[in-house]
């Protein structure tokens, strides 16, 4: 009885551990309640919008730290906006967000994500949601 009580904690455990380190689990338990993975397909789903989906986050970031940063390759292009990112979700404010006035107008500013997600899950997420959301180019 004991040693099942055991293995079923090992695997329960196991399991949770497990995903906190995938790091799309981290993105629908952490980010997906704010930030969609896609742009709304109804009227109802853009009204029910907290935050600007994540496809529209990345074009954003990207395209502010390609004017401003001017990067050489798409290798230090993307080790700048995870750079960006890993700072912003915890220390965000205006004058570092690289979005339109328009979006502002529409969502509030993001809160800080201190005490929600922590520094490892953030560098776990943030480069699977670089790869998988960025704008991609030929």
Not at 66 to 83: M, Y
Not at 98 to 120: A, R, T
Request: with cysteine.
């Amino acid at each position: 009885m004991i040693r099942n009580l055991f293995v079923f904690l090992f695997l329960v455990s196991f399991v949770f551990a497990n995903n906190l380190t995938n790091p799309q689990t981290i993105y629908q338990k952490k980010c997906q309640m704010c930030h969609a993975m896609d742009y709304p397909e109804t009227l109802e789903e853009k009204r029910a919008q907290v935050a600007p989906n994540i496809l529209m986050v990345m074009r954003n970031i990207s395209i502010g730290i390609e004017a401003v940063e001017e990067p050489k390759n798409k290798e230090e292009l993307r080790k700048l906006v995870i750079e960006f990112m890993n700072d912003y979700i915890f220390e965000p404010t205006a004058q570092k967000s690289y979005c339109e006035e328009v979006i502002f107008k529409h969502f509030d500013y993001m809160p800080s994500l201190k005490g929600f997600i922590s520094k490892q899950e953030a560098q776990i997420v943030v480069p699977w949601v670089y790869d998988t959301f960025s704008p991609k180019k030929d």
